[in-house]
């Protein structure tokens, strides 16, 4: 965990509570975490399920791995170390968007456990979702939409999640999606289903 190192702060809550702008907003402010393979579909799957979702008139955004190392995490590798802050600095980020009533998917491989639970530690029950990405390593090298997994192999990226460096499935998601099995539209589906038994959108 992070050491917190400013002294002598408060925090300061506001006149407008999560649930004024749930309500203003008709959803539930919640963190979908997908986690996956580099190559499993976690970014393709959570645009889609953005997409349905802001057709359906909802607050939604994406916290994508790659954009977010292009400004927030552009100081950070890939070393566990660096890892670890990566995923920590994004649950905080998402913890405000929940707090903003914002539907909030990230896209991350977030290959540990800890890491994982950590972020999930920030929010209450059922403010966070956690989406396993499953896809086969076989199936995820055969799409190898960046290459990775060719330069991982030939030693040119260390420390490649599982190629070189390990990656810890999770052993309690709210929801499994087999992307080598089902279609982007079915994959998306699954997810849409889940958050209208939660309540979190409408039917």
């Not at 670890?84 to 903003?100: P, S, T, Y």
Request: with cysteine.
């Amino acid at each position: 965990m992070a050491q917190q190192k400013a002294t002598n702060i408060t925090w300061h809550g506001g006149n407008v509570t999560k649930a004024d702008r749930e309500a203003l907003l008709d959803q539930k402010g919640v963190t979908i975490w997908f986690t996956g393979l580099s190559g499993s579909g976690k970014s393709t799957l959570a645009r889609e399920v953005e997409q349905q979702l802001f057709q359906r008139g909802h607050l939604v955004y994406v916290l994508d791995g790659d954009n977010i190392r292009h400004g927030l995490n552009k100081n950070l590798g890939f070393s566990p170390e660096d890892r670890e802050e990566n995923i920590r600095r994004i649950g905080e980020v998402a913890h405000l968007f929940n707090d903003a009533g914002v539907i909030t998917l990230t896209a991350f491989i977030s290959p540990y456990r800890a890491d994982r639970d950590n972020a999930r530690a920030l929010n209450t029950d059922g403010e966070f979702i956690e989406v396993y990405v499953d896809c086969p390593l076989e199936e995820c090298e055969k799409r190898d939409p960046k290459g990775l997994f060719e330069k991982a192999r030939a030693g040119i990226i260390k420390e490649f999640t599982g190629i070189s460096a390990p990656y810890e499935a999770p052993e309690h998601p709210e929801l499994v999606v087999k992307t080598g099995e089902l279609t982007l539209e079915e994959s998306a589906g699954v997810v849409l289903d889940y958050l209208v038994e939660k309540g979190i959108i409408s039917a």
